[in-house]
């Protein structure tokens, strides 16, 4: 298989954490293409796209000197390498926080404790930025992996990690201290290559498709019924992006109103709907959704 040069590129995890849900994403989103086993590329079928498989550490990077018009890579990644890249969305999966964290047994109180010590960390730039502002002077030791044990086999006194569900920490006797990022896949761009006349539209088609999905995972799309009377109250609760659909019902008291919620207030909606007289409410995940 050869690579065509006139395709937009894309470049995604080669296998990680990453890897599944961004093929996941990106199939979703109606692009059609194999992605399996050792491939370093692959063509989309339906679509002027390939799609580049790559270490993580390596993406921005590839983005930024425009090898790549496209990547997916985590917050983490592009911070620590200060790549020059156009973040264009956030992708709601790879979620996890950068976060110093200290020996539990220590019962740390605060930031100054860290003062004068060694702090172990695969991520240098962003802790060195985040001592320099905060003005605590601490040492930093670059390891490339299980930052975890370096409490354990005193090459550190804290660290500083990826953190998701805690559990790492917990088995290691550690605890976090203060959180210094938030952290989330995101779609990243060229740019220069994204301004390119050549690109622009095909890009444009490219996002289009990407947050067709990810505004549908965003919201819910909600049916209930409700005496007519009840209407101005629904419409009160309802955050929809327009006026709700109202649609009357065989019994001429009724009605049944149709909408959009988002996912972040939806049981908060569904209380107040219930509370304002709708009833038989059923919900229902959106395929796709342009705005
Ligand atoms: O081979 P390659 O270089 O491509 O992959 P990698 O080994 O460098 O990265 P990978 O696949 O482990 O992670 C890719 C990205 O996933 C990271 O850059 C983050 O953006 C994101 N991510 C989300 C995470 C985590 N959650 C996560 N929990 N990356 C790593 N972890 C590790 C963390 O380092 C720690 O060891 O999981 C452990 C903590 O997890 P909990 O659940 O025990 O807290
Ligand atoms: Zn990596």
Same mark, same amino acid.
Request: hydrophobic fraction near 45%; include cysteine; aromatic fraction near 6%.
């Given at each position: 298989?050869?690579?065509?040069?006139?395709?937009?590129k894309?470049? @995604?995890?080669?296998?990680g954490?990453?890897?599944?849900? +961004? @093929?996941?994403?990106?199939?979703?989103?109606?692009?059609?293409?194999?992605?399996?086993?050792?491939?370093?590329?692959?063509? %989309?079928r339906?679509?002027?796209?390939?799609?580049?498989?790559?270490?993580?550490?390596?993406?921005?990077?590839?983005?930024?000197?425009g090898?790549?018009?496209?990547?997916?890579?985590?917050?983490?990644?592009?911070?620590?390498?200060?790549?020059?890249?156009?973040?264009?969305?956030?992708l709601?999966?790879?979620? %996890?926080r950068?976060?110093?964290?200290?020996?539990?047994?220590?019962k740390?109180?605060?930031?100054?404790?860290?003062?004068?010590?060694?702090i172990?960390?695969?991520?240098p730039?962003?802790?060195?930025?985040?001592?320099e502002? +905060?003005? !605590?002077?601490a040492?930093?030791l670059?390891?490339?992996?299980?930052?975890? !044990?370096?409490?354990?086999?005193?090459?550190?006194?804290?660290? %500083?990690?990826?953190?998701?569900?805690?559990? +790492?920490?917990?088995?290691?006797?550690?605890?976090?201290?203060?959180?210094?990022?938030?952290?989330?896949?995101?779609? !990243?761009? %060229?740019?220069?290559?994204?301004?390119?006349?050549?690109?622009?539209? @095909?890009?444009?088609?490219?996002?289009?498709?990407?947050?067709?999905?990810?505004?549908?995972?965003?919201?819910?799309?909600?049916?209930?019924?409700?005496?007519?009377?009840?209407?101005?109250?629904?419409?009160?609760?309802?955050?929809?992006?327009?006026?709700?659909?109202?649609?009357?019902?065989?019994?001429?008291?009724? @009605?049944?109103?149709?909408?959009?919620?988002?996912?972040?207030?939806?049981?908060?909606?569904?209380e107040?709907?219930?509370?304002v007289?709708?009833?038989?409410?059923?919900?229902?995940?959106?395929?796709?959704? !342009?705005?």
């Open positions: 298989m050869k690579l065509n040069e006139n395709n937009l894309i470049a @995604i995890q080669k296998s954490r990453l890897t599944e849900p +961004t @093929i996941e994403l990106l199939q979703r989103s109606g692009f059609e293409f194999e992605a399996y086993g050792r491939q370093l590329f692959a063509t %989309c339906n679509f002027p796209l390939e799609f580049l498989f790559l270490r993580d550490d390596d993406i921005p990077e590839y983005v930024q000197d090898v790549c018009a496209l990547g997916i890579v985590g917050s983490n990644v592009i911070e620590e390498k200060g790549a020059q890249v156009k973040r264009l969305e956030r709601g999966f790879g979620k %996890c950068l976060s110093l964290a200290v020996p539990v047994a220590e740390v109180k605060d930031l100054t404790w860290l003062k004068g010590k060694m172990a960390t695969t991520y730039k962003i802790l060195r930025r985040f001592l502002e +905060t003005g !605590i002077s040492s930093i670059e390891v490339n992996g299980s930052v975890e !044990i370096a409490p354990t086999l005193a090459m550190a006194e804290a660290i %500083c990690d990826l953190v998701s569900t805690g559990t +790492t920490l917990r088995m290691n006797g550690l605890c976090v201290l203060e959180t210094i990022m938030e952290s989330e896949a995101e779609l !990243i761009g %060229c740019p220069s290559l994204l301004n390119e006349s050549k690109n622009k539209l @095909i890009v444009e088609r490219f996002l289009m498709r990407i947050r067709g999905v990810l505004v549908a995972r965003r919201n819910k799309y909600v049916m209930m019924n409700a005496p007519a009377t009840a209407l101005d109250d629904i419409r009160a609760v309802l955050p929809g992006l327009k006026s709700p659909t109202v649609v009357p019902l065989a019994d001429s008291d009724m @009605i049944a109103v149709h909408s959009v919620v988002p996912e972040d207030r939806f049981w908060e909606v569904i107040r709907l219930k509370q007289g709708a009833s038989g409410i059923l919900v229902l995940p959106i395929e796709k959704m !342009i705005l």
